[in-house]
């Protein structure tokens, strides 16, 4: 059984359906919802929504992710964002007064709204297949719903509009989250994502951070920061780096942060879904990192080596 | 004239009343019409909230300064975050099922309302002002509002609880924006802010900013990665810095940043509403910048020193 | 049987007495040759200078230790550098025309013969020991020498100064070389010895060989560039950092080394001399490597852990 | 009038004639007396040698430049080391059992006199041309020389052997040194020389050194390390680095060293005698430095820079 953000006809749904999995699965009101079903095995898997190009980080996946216990990455969906404007039959674009619809798709909407419906209300809901289904009732106080075509097409909608988009290269990254697992084996294109509490009081923290990474060769795909509710100014910093933690030169890094840093939380390694293949320096593969080992039982057993 | 965040009764409000200035104010329906204004010249100035100790940074107003015409923050002001369950005078504890409230007082009350009110269901408004001017209607589909002290008596309502806040540390910070002035002098616990765009594909991007701020000894008291909006995993970086614009080793700082990355904006030196003050190192003080100045003077200009 | 930088009474043989040892010892004509003779296993191991506080490092030992077979380091004495002036019963101050003595013993005279004898001319020799043995000679063309009291009582000369050492602070370090051995328990105060050969053509190298000790919290006490030998302009560098090689901090960072440049070589962990105790920070101790073992471990081996 | 290393016949006689100057020329007999003589204005200038590819730096001009009274570099001139076997005629190769030259002349023919001349005696002398002299005497101990040909020439001795150089690529290079200066045009392919006394007690000092022209995107040429003589362990560090004192970067930079270390000498901008070209990176060329300026203006003059 698979878990997602619900309703059924959201682009969470649409992105499980890209897996092309063969599982039930079982829509969840709220991102926690569905991750805390996860973290009580109630769910095998769930997926739901980590980032927007236009809003960012979603912050309720990445507070959960970074709280409580501690859920795996096990894959990654990058979907366009394109919406339609869905009516019940019968209504026209004169008609649309009050439009329906999640506060992030009505961020990308906006100006397409100000130019084709420059008059009407905007109220919000907790997701757009939520909106859909509020403007399928025929007492709806809303006349449409800005929603995705799966959504519009669920609750017998009406397209008034498709292809609705401010910024046509907006995109949502997807997850797959499960309980911890063995990791499977690197596939060339690979990521891993991690929390870094830093110790407090630290000035220079940060930088001690991206340090561990350089200095074995490894880039950074993402990092932000998130505060971390306790005391304003106080910071973790969700961080998605290139490569794999079956590497050596990923190990030794995380090892780094684990013993310098106040917590460090391993979120799983998994392809990246743009696909890009990594650039692995000299002297950070793992055959670099096997032979200094060699080298190093060389220094402390010379006598040993000296005989063989 | 001053803008703020309205309606009357926000906690926005609140904080522009502490400032204690004579101005007479106007409520803006939203962050960005309150810093539009500004930049229209409509208001002198404008408050809005700029970070959140438990949902970090706030994106309108983030995004609005990092976009547009430039404003610059004249000041900052802390308030805690303390709400109350306000309804019409005559509903019980025992009436409240339908609530309304801003989503980030949701955020902040999640936990009480699971404890005192489990059943009851949460809608979202615009502020918690907004909510609180719902319930005072006798036709509202609202019991009670979750709302700051300040709004429910604005609005007629009666407290049914006081001091609501799962985090009693929890505390919002609000700026005040104007168009850019001349820099005011020092106070000795100033901040500065900025937002910086690396240049893209450039690895190793942001170390170089962090070593821009620590190889003149300043300390940052916050960093923030927010996305371009153009690409997914594109970045700009919301920087806080300790210092003020009048010293040189921030002087020297932004330039470096100026010259090697896309785009810096300079959003303002302000006193630190916590009033920490600075600690500046040996090597870094105005004195040894002016004093490397005649230094280099005497090696660009040797007989000239020799001479005098 | 330990070799030394002959020929008897030079500092190096005073060194070498104060190590207290019981074995029969031979003199060495230079540093090569002790070096070598330790290499074939003619002596078990040589004491020979490494470094003078005012003419820097020894080149030749510097040079024997950074090529051909591998030499380690088991111990460092330091010894002040004070001299005397030597010369043949019968001769005064008044008769010292020419003066023999070894160029680094003339560097560090210097003053005090332009003050004592402004007019004496000073002929070099292998060693000050060497000096002093060839001002014994009835027939010497040198009227004395500056050299040790110990140089100068083993060929039967007069003092006419003793005490003579322009910078009275001089210090000399002397090593005592082995063929590669187990390493010994540290004792607290230990120092480790290497060499680093950068890649050619990598600008910015150096600065990444002292953030693999930076980045592991150790200090170091020495570094100095040699010239390669090959081409003007290419150079490796001499480095003796804080530590040993039993701790993982040292591990870690040699094997950093070892990965990303073109040679490195081990040459030993030894107690210092001066028994400044060693401060080993938060974070690299060997017990918080061992903890990060174990949650990679538990990272890359979930169900195993959950088990236990 | 130019002083150089004398006597007639050095190499570094034969470095100041590849200069081509029309000046009358005057040996001295040390590097010291030489530079002495330029700070007393005795010579306009001097030439002496500064580094040999097979020796390293030539610690009396290293040490001299790093003490007393300021000088600076105007050029550098780069030689190839070849050496003769000069004997008085009638002297054959057979006959040769007692040879003189200067300790680096001999370092760099060890292996050809091991393989050639396997028995003979090698003594030194202060410089090669002063052991040609000595061999030109018909009573002088030494048989032959080691020296240049210029040398063996100008005392009137016989080739025994030419071309004579352990390493066919080994190389010297002199520098011509005056007084304080305003410095000439940037040509293209300059080298800036520096002396940087680190404050002591500070550790990753160094690493903040390499840091103030690595941020200015500053390749160094050459560093390394001297003791300062008062005390074991402290080093102060001889720094050439790509470019010249006109260029904002460098300026910068050592204003950035000034204000940080305990002290920085500035020997001098002059061309680089290899002639390769320097490559200046995106966002520190003096042009960006400008832009950065005029920005800054903007910041602290806002309302200037809007009437404008």
């Avoid at 590497?247 to 998994?270: D, I, K, N, P, W």
């Avoid at 793992?286 to 060389?298: K, N, P, R, S, V």
């Amino acid at each position: 059984m698979l878990g997602y953000l619900g309703p059924e006809g959201t682009f969470t749904h649409e992105a499980l359906l890209t897996l092309g999995l063969d599982s039930e699965t079982q829509p969840f009101p709220s991102v926690t919802s569905c991750l805390d079903a996860v973290r009580a095995g109630h769910v095998e898997a769930g997926i739901v929504p980590i980032e927007n190009s236009i809003e960012g980080i979603v912050t309720a996946t990445s507070d959960s992710l970074s709280a409580g216990e501690l859920l795996q990455i096990r894959a990654e969906i990058l979907l366009p964002v394109v919406f339609g404007l869905y009516s019940r039959p019968g209504t026209s674009m004169n008609d649309v007064r009050h439009i329906v619809t999640h506060p992030h798709a009505a961020a990308q909407v906006r100006q397409w709204l100000a130019e084709n419906l420059p008059d009407a209300e905007v109220t919000e809901k907790g997701s757009t297949a939520a909106a859909a289904e509020q403007v399928s009732h025929l007492d709806s106080p809303y006349d449409a719903a800005i929603c995705s075509s799966a959504a519009g097409e669920l609750y017998g909608l009406k397209a008034l509009a498709s292809g609705v988009a401010d910024n046509p290269n907006a995109v949502t990254r997807f997850i797959l989250v499960a309980r911890p697992f063995p990791p499977e084996p690197p596939c060339g294109h690979d990521k891993t994502s991690l929390v870094v509490h830093l110790n407090e009081d630290h000035p220079g923290g940060l930088m001690e951070v991206l340090e561990q990474f350089s200095l074995r060769g490894i880039n950074l795909c993402r990092i932000e920061s998130r505060p971390t509710k306790d005391k304003i100014g106080n910071y973790h910093f969700s961080i998605d780096a290139e490569g794999h933690i079956a590497e050596r030169r990923l190990q030794e890094a995380l090892m780094g942060l684990h013993r310098t840093c106040r917590e460090v939380l391993f979120l799983g390694s998994y392809p990246r879904a743009d696909r890009v293949p990594q650039v692995v320096n000299d002297g950070v593969r793992d055959g670099d990192f096997e032979e200094a080992d060699t080298w190093m039982f060389t220094i402390l057993n010379p006598l040993e080596s000296l005989d063989s």
